[in-house]
Structures are given as structure tokens and as C-alpha cells.
């Protein structure tokens, strides 16, 4: 393999860490499919552009081959990207050590990331959460979901608002005061994916599961 081939097949690979790096970044920002498709589909557009170029200005001759070079090497790419967005999506999630030269980055110190900062998408599995109300010794479903974004929002997390279900503690939920009743955690053997359909209370993406937790609220009333 002479030298022009591996400094060609180098630049290749430095163009798709490029590209990897801002396929990543984009379609794990964008919250709606739609704009994930857009982005995806003009990135494919701009990796295929400079595709086409390199071997434009490389010194091989491959005459009429160069719309086919381009289009294999782009689809690959673009496989390339998902993947690897997949396979590096945990690290999203890691802590990010603190810079510059205040007291906190000289001890080493690290920065959590927010639960805000993501959503079901970026997350490929969570717990399922089924809530129910208690009235009059009736149970009524009032929320079930395993959608990170909707769960999170609902328990407050997203306001960092701290709170737990435990038995005989109150807890706030969607503007109510309750007092909890119970909590049963379920260990599923399975990855449930909804292929059977949910409950008509569900909210958000089927986001798959394998814990499934219950809970039993009683709203606190003050007749005061």
C-alpha cells in the first residue's frame, strides 16, 4: 500500500471523527423526530459534499467512479456515526471535571450533569412508573409512564425539586397533596417494549422497562 493511499485513507478517518463528533452532538440535542431526520439527512448531504471533493482533488484516477465512491463511502460514514452514537451514548451522562484555576478544579472536582439536560430518547431504557389514586377504597390509575422526560417533570426533578415515595410521607404530585399508601417495586424478567399496547393513562414514548414500580396515593384534604 503506497503512501498517497494511507495519507488519502488518514484523511478519510479524521473526516469521519469530524463528522461522528457533530452528528452526535446535533441528533442527541434535537427533541423532535422531524428536526432529527433534518439535521441527519443535511449532515449526510455536507459529509457526502467533502467526500466528493477529496477525491476530486486526490490524485487517483478514477475517472466516472467518483458519484459511486462517494455514495458508498457516505452511507458508511453515516452507519459509522449512528453506531457509534449508540455505542458512546453512556459517556453523555458522565460527570465533566471542573476547569479553570478556581479552588473546586484544583481539587478535582466534578460537575453532575442535570436531569433537564436529557430526554427518553437519549435514554433507551428506564423504570415505568404506575400511579394510583385511592377513593373511597377504589383505585384509579392517574399516571403511568417509563418516558424519562415525562417522569422526571411530573416528580419534580426537573425543577430539582427533591422528594420520595415513602409509606405514610407526603408527597406533591400535579398540584395535589398526597399521603402515600403504598410502593411495590416489580423486577420484570422481560424488556417490556409496549408491543401489547399500555394503558389508556400512559403519557410519553414507549420507552422500554425491565422495573416496574407501583405506587398508592390518598390526597391529603384540610377542611380547614
Not at 87 to 114: C, W
Amino acid at each position: 500500500m503506497d503512501f498517497e493511499l494511507l495519507s488519502f485513507l488518514a484523511l478519510l478517518l479524521v473526516v469521519f471523527y469530524i463528522y461522528k463528533e457533530i452528528y452526535a452532538f446535533y441528533t442527541n440535542k434535537e427533541k423532535k423526530k422531524s428536526s432529527v431526520r433534518l439535521v441527519s439527512f443535511i449532515s449526510a448531504l455536507g459529509l457526502s459534499y467533502v467526500i466528493y471533493n477529496l477525491l476530486k482533488w486526490s490524485r487517483f484516477e478514477l475517472e466516472d467512479s467518483e458519484i459511486i465512491l462517494t455514495v458508498v463511502i457516505t452511507i458508511s460514514m453515516w452507519l459509522g456515526a449512528w453506531l457509534f452514537k449508540n455505542i458512546d451514548m453512556p459517556s453523555i451522562f458522565s460527570a465533566v471535571k471542573i476547569e479553570g484555576n478556581s479552588i473546586t478544579s484544583a481539587l478535582g472536582q466534578h460537575e453532575y450533569k442535570r436531569v433537564s439536560d436529557f430526554t427518553s430518547k437519549q435514554i433507551p431504557f428506564y423504570v415505568r412508573f404506575t400511579v394510583y389514586e385511592l377513593i373511597d377504597n377504589n383505585e384509579k390509575m392517574v399516571f403511568d409512564s417509563s418516558d424519562y422526560s415525562v417522569i422526571n417533570k411530573a416528580f419534580g426533578a426537573f425543577e430539582n425539586i427533591q422528594q420520595s415515595f415513602v409509606r405514610g410521607d407526603e408527597f406533591e404530585f400535579k398540584g395535589k397533596l398526597y399521603s402515600t399508601e403504598f410502593v411495590k417495586v416489580d423486577f420484570v424478567g422481560i424488556i417490556d417494549d409496549y408491543h401489547m399496547g399500555h394503558s389508556k393513562v400512559y403519557e410519553g414514548i414507549d420507552t422500554p422497562y425491565n422495573i416496574q414500580v407501583f405506587i398508592k396515593l390518598k390526597e391529603i384534604i384540610n377542611n380547614q
